[in-house]
């Protein structure tokens, strides 16, 4: 099998690609965790990217994609393989059709599509990240996720660009298709949007704006919400029994009710911290490690199994080796 150094030869050959070598990957998250990857590549270029997969894939080396680290823990052993990173960033729009490629941030295509005077994604101001994991998570906030206007996805499946519905996207709640094909790539999405005032909608993703950055400081290294909240029809019937009206939201019951009820709130180790203000929320408040992050969502998943019978599941994805018992 071909070595790093190997791999990292063939990349550095493809035009328009940036190739580095044992590359640390904390720099590269929002928590600031996580060792090197052994190979670390990005391009703006289509053609790039699909030579670049195509050569780290023959490589045999373990190859992952990632958008702006802001949904990611990585192990403090970093990556055994190659990290790939889509950066292309163009957003164009027609009438109420609105294209952007995946590596654009977000927020800049939320704050386009207000500026154009078109509705449907302005509740998801403030989350952080890229458009392309915004589709692969199916991210959403206030009621809405992106899922509603999305038309079409342009993706490589490992061998050819394709392009999928929304219906073939199987989108669900921080689901799609795209999570259980990891080895799919997504270049881009085309939304269809509605037409609406452009000051109301800038005042709608202000206000959201103002809520989130007082719940999630800018500058805080997390992830947001660590675990994902629960459908109220999957809970047990004797649990569901007992939540209170006022915490189910659109069918949901907030992870961070059932973290509340079992102390979650303030709870610490390491440099690792659980808001005092917010149980779903953990941070790094300098200098934590994976393990310390691994061993507090642990502790906290045991304590809500212990007391309710029921799994909470991590809505960050974990990259690189984690042992068992942190797992
Ligand atoms: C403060 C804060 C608040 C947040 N609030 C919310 C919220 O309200 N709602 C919400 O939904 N999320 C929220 N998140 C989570 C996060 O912002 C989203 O999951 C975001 O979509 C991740 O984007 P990213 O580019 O940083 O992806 P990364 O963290 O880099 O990657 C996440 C996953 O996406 C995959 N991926 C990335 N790019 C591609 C691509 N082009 N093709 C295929 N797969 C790809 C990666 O392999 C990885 O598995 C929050 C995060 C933070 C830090």
Redesign the pocket.
């Known amino acids: 099998m071909p070595t790093a150094e190997e791999a990292q030869a063939r990349l550095a050959e493809i035009p328009n690609l940036t190739v580095s070598t044992d590359t640390l990957l904390a720099p ?4 600031a965790i996580g060792g090197p990857a052994d190979v670390y590549a990005e391009t703006r270029s289509v053609e790039a990217f699909v030579a670049a997969i195509e050569a780290a894939r023959a490589s045999g080396l373990e190859t ?9 823990i990585v192990s403090d052993e970093g990556f055994r393989g190659i990290v790939l ?2 950066r292309a960033d163009r957003l164009a729009a027609e009438r109420e059709s609105v294209t952007a490629d ?2 654009a ?2 927020q800049d295509l939320v704050d386009f599509t207000i500026a154009k005077g078109l509705q449907g994604i302005e509740t ?1 101001a ?17 009621g809405h ?1 992106i899922s509603e206007r999305v038309v079409q996805v342009r ?1 490589y499946d490992g061998s050819a660009v394709r392009v999928f519905t929304r219906d073939e996207c199987q989108f669900h709640y ?1 689901e799609s298709i ?2 259980r094909h ?1 080895e ?4 881009s999405t085309e939304l269809l949007m509605d037409p609406a005032d452009t000051v109301v909608l800038r005042r709608t993703a202000d206000d959201i704006l103002k809520v ?1 950055n007082e ?2 400081p ?1 500058t ?1 290294k ?4 660590i675990f994902k909240n629960l459908l109220l029809r999957d809970l047990p019937p004797e649990v569901a029994a007992t939540i209170p009206a006022g915490v189910v939201r659109e069918g949901k019951v907030a992870s961070a009710y059932f973290l509340e009820q079992v102390g979650a709130k303030g709870m610490e180790r390491g440099q690792i911290r659980v808001a005092t203000y917010h149980a779903n ?1 953990i941070y790094n408040a300098g200098g934590g490690s994976a393990d310390d992050l691994c061993v507090l969502i642990g502790d906290l998943k045991e304590r809500v199994r212990a007391r309710f019978g029921i799994e909470l599941e991590e ?3 974990f ?1 690189g080796a984690f042992p068992q018992s942190l797992r």
């Open positions: 590269h998250t929002r928590f992952m994609v990632i958008g702006g680290g802001t949904n990611l990173r889509f995946a590596g941030e977000l998801l403030g989350i952080p990240g890229s458009v392309g994991a915004a589709v692969y998570g199916n991210a959403g906030a206030y996720s993706f921080r795209f999570k990891k799919w790539i997504i270049f989130r719940k999630f800018v805080m997390c992830a947001g919400s929320l809505e960050v994805q990259v």
